[in-house]
């Protein structure tokens, strides 16, 4: 079964100072039509010309999306109660995205970006875990 999904993309020119050189560009693609995903979701990511893609970017957003982080004023509340401004995040991700805020991040992925995913449960560390939908096979194509 084939299906369709149309995004578009767009670029902005991704510079490592005002007036510098352009050393990147910020991708954007925005699902226009999809079957399998949720329509109109817009997310960003960065390219450098130098190293390829960057694996943390736009992470920031997902995580405030998802209530892994909390904006608190003008800074970021992680999960372990410490709070800092977005840019010290974003200039060392290594740092505060650990293997375990990225698998939660993983986790919530389905819930922010797929249909029917919104049915939660929650395990005995009330962390809440998105459940995939069952498929009804009366619909289904034969």
């Known amino acids: 079964m084939l299906h369709h999904q149309f995004v578009f993309l767009s670029k902005t020119k991704e510079k490592e100072e005002k ?19 949720i329509e109109q ?7 450098f010309f130098s190293s ?13 999306d998802a209530g892994i982080f909390t904006k608190f004023s003008t800074k970021i509340k992680l999960p372990d109660d ?20 990225l698998r939660q991040i993983d986790e919530a992925c389905p819930s922010l970006f797929c249909y029917g995913s919104d049915i939660k449960e ?14 009804d096979k009366s619909t289904s194509d034969k």
Not at 41 to 47: A, D, S
Not at 122 to 135: F, H, M, R, S, W
């Open 41 to 47: 979701k817009k997310v960003q990511t960065r390219l």
């Open 82 to 101: 410490t709070t800092h401004f977005r840019k010290h995040i974003e200039n060392k991700p290594e740092k505060y995205f650990t293997p375990d805020i």
């Open 52 to 64: 390829g893609l960057d694996q943390y970017y736009g992470l920031v957003d997902i995580a405030i």
């Open 19 to 37: 007036g510098g050189p352009v050393v990147g560009g910020l991708l954007t693609a925005l699902l226009t039509k999809g079957r399998l995903t």
């Open 122 to 135: 929650y395990d005995e560390e009330n962390i809440i875990i998105p459940i995939k939908p069952v498929k």
